[in-house]
């Protein structure tokens, strides 16, 4: 197991399970974030913030989503290190150029500015409603139970401008880390004919969209309408 691990295919091959274990976990994270937008009442958010934060089952996820992360970090991190050993020389301008555009060459690069974002999220919310806690986090009473009110603390910071565009690029940072990374994962463990490809590849652009433009649309939508 171990010198499976060490191998360059088992590392690529744990990185692409966690990456897609992080992806379905964003699916749930951009679906709560959504139902900011389709009450402002806040009661709907509230209910889904509550529900997150005492069901047994996501207690017990949170723990395995963290080791998911940092090992997905640094598994990402090893391999592109040693990749770039094995290619010390730099890319021949006009024939394999970098460009931010296309993910497949600088997946290091997005995810770095990926975990960026992540961050301040995490700073501005998570760690917020896990342990320092904030004077917007008052209770509230949402059909007969008492629950933070984390539609406060996550809507006004959506009405600060500046955390708005940023929250916009990190949104789009992920769709294009997506698109290149979910194809790539299943291309590892073994979706790597043609034809699958071709589908894999038209379906990791398609998830990337809706993430990029789900994400976008949150400060958006407090933008217009606030």
Same mark, same amino acid.
């Given at each position: 197991? +171990? +010198?499976?691990?060490?191998?360059?295919?088992?590392?690529?091959?744990?990185?692409?399970?966690?990456?897609?274990?992080?992806?379905?976990?964003?699916?749930?994270?951009?679906?709560?974030?959504?139902?900011?937008?389709?009450?402002?009442?806040?009661?709907?958010?509230?209910?889904?913030?509550?529900?997150?934060?005492?069901?047994?089952?996501?207690?017990?996820? *949170?723990?395995?989503?963290?080791?998911?992360?940092?090992?997905?970090?640094?598994?990402?991190?090893?391999?592109?290190? *040693?990749?770039?050993?094995?290619?010390?020389?730099?890319?021949? !301008?006009?024939?394999?150029?970098?460009?931010?555009?296309?993910?497949?060459k600088n997946m290091f690069i997005l995810g770095a500015m990926v975990l960026v974002f992540l961050v301040i999220h995490l700073v501005n919310f998570w760690i917020k409603m896990k342990f320092t806690g904030d004077p917007l986090l008052?209770?509230?009473?949402?059909?007969?139970? *008492?629950?933070?009110?984390?539609?406060?603390l996550v809507s006004n910071l959506f009405m600060n401008p500046l955390y708005n565009v940023l929250y916009m690029i990190g949104g789009i940072l992920v769709g294009l880390h997506i698109s290149h990374g979910f194809w790539s994962a299943?291309?590892?463990?073994?979706? +790597?004919?043609?034809?699958?490809?071709?589908?894999?590849?038209?379906?990791?652009?398609?998830?990337?969209?809706?993430?990029?433009?789900?994400?976008?649309?949150?400060?958006? !939508?407090?933008?217009?309408?606030?």
């Amino acid at each position: 197991m +171990s +010198s499976f691990m060490s191998a360059s295919i088992g590392r690529k091959l744990l990185m692409s399970i966690t990456g897609l274990f992080l992806i379905s976990f964003l699916c749930i994270h951009l679906t709560l974030n959504l139902f900011l937008t389709f009450d402002d009442s806040g009661n709907l958010f509230n209910l889904a913030a509550h529900f997150m934060a005492t069901n047994p089952l996501i207690k017990i996820m *949170e723990p395995v989503l963290a080791v998911g992360f940092v090992v997905h970090i640094i598994w990402s991190a090893w391999i592109t290190l *040693e990749n770039m050993r094995a290619r010390p020389q730099k890319y021949a !301008y006009g024939d394999q150029l970098l460009s931010w555009w296309a993910p497949a060459k600088n997946m290091f690069i997005l995810g770095a500015m990926v975990l960026v974002f992540l961050v301040i999220h995490l700073v501005n919310f998570w760690i917020k409603m896990k342990f320092t806690g904030d004077p917007l986090l008052t209770s509230v009473n949402v059909g007969g139970v *008492e629950m933070h009110n984390a539609y406060a603390l996550v809507s006004n910071l959506f009405m600060n401008p500046l955390y708005n565009v940023l929250y916009m690029i990190g949104g789009i940072l992920v769709g294009l880390h997506i698109s290149h990374g979910f194809w790539s994962a299943f291309q590892t463990i073994g979706f +790597s004919n043609q034809i699958w490809l071709k589908r894999l590849k038209f379906l990791a652009v398609a998830i990337g969209v809706v993430f990029a433009a789900g994400f976008a649309y949150i400060p958006i !939508y407090f933008m217009i309408k606030f």
